[in-house]
């Protein structure tokens, strides 16, 4: 038996409430990542009013 782990970094541009992002990576954890890190640029921030 041979098992190839792979590390992923995925860019994502901006943030909000980052269901995409885990969805990204429940796919590639699904596919065999070994472990998924996500670099993200902005973030959207809400006010509460």
């Known amino acids: 038996m041979c098992a190839i782990l792979?590390?992923?970094?995925?860019r994502y541009d901006v943030l909000t409430t980052g269901a995409?992002?885990?969805a990204c990576a429940?796919?590639?954890l699904g596919a065999g990542a070994g472990?998924?890190?996500v670099l993200t640029l902005?973030?959207?921030?809400?006010?509460a009013f």
């Open 42 to 47: 902005t973030r959207v921030v809400r006010a």
């Open 35 to 37: 472990a998924v890190d």
């Open 6 to 10: 792979l590390n992923c970094l995925t």
């Open 20 to 22: 995409t992002a885990s």
């Open 26 to 28: 429940r796919v590639l």
